[in-house]
């Protein structure tokens, strides 16, 4: 079993920075590729950003490329989302995801097996 707890949600103007965190727990097996997905009030939930673990390759969906930075600390068992530049169509609840398959491409829902509770995103005009 993998427990993800994200914090680092708040609330900040356009343009403004928040780093989200999602701590792991459990099979590290089951952890090889980890990412953030996000999901805004009526809309499907959307993955963000995606990183292969010890391999470090990522994926940016191309609303946040030059702004997002997903990175991992595997010695903290812990993921992060650097979010600069925020819009507020960047507004939304941010959920850790983890799965025991490796990343591949643009990520979907149904890759990841794990879920965190998620952590809420909002950016003010």
């Known amino acids: 079993q993998v427990r993800l707890v994200e914090s680092g949600g708040g609330s900040v103007q356009a343009g403004g920075s928040l780093k989200l965190s999602c701590e792991a727990s459990?099979?590290?097996?089951?952890?090889?590729?980890m990412g953030w997905f996000r999901q805004a009030p009526g809309q499907e939930r959307e993955g963000v950003a995606v990183?292969?673990?010890?391999?470090?390759?990522?994926y940016l969906t191309d609303s946040v490329k030059g702004r997002f930075i997903i990175s991992q600390d595997n010695a903290k068992n812990t993921l992060y989302l650097q979010m600069n530049s925020l819009k507020p169509e960047d507004t939304a609840m941010y959920y850790c995801?983890?799965?025991?398959?490796?990343?591949?491409?643009?990520?979907?829902?149904?890759?990841?097996?794990?879920w965190g509770q998620g952590t809420q995103v909002t950016v003010s005009s």
């Open positions: 990183i292969s673990r010890g391999i470090g390759i990522t």
């Open positions: 995801a983890a799965d025991r398959s490796y990343c591949n491409g643009r990520p979907s829902v149904g890759d990841f097996g794990y």
């Open positions: 459990g099979d590290t097996r089951s952890r090889n590729c």
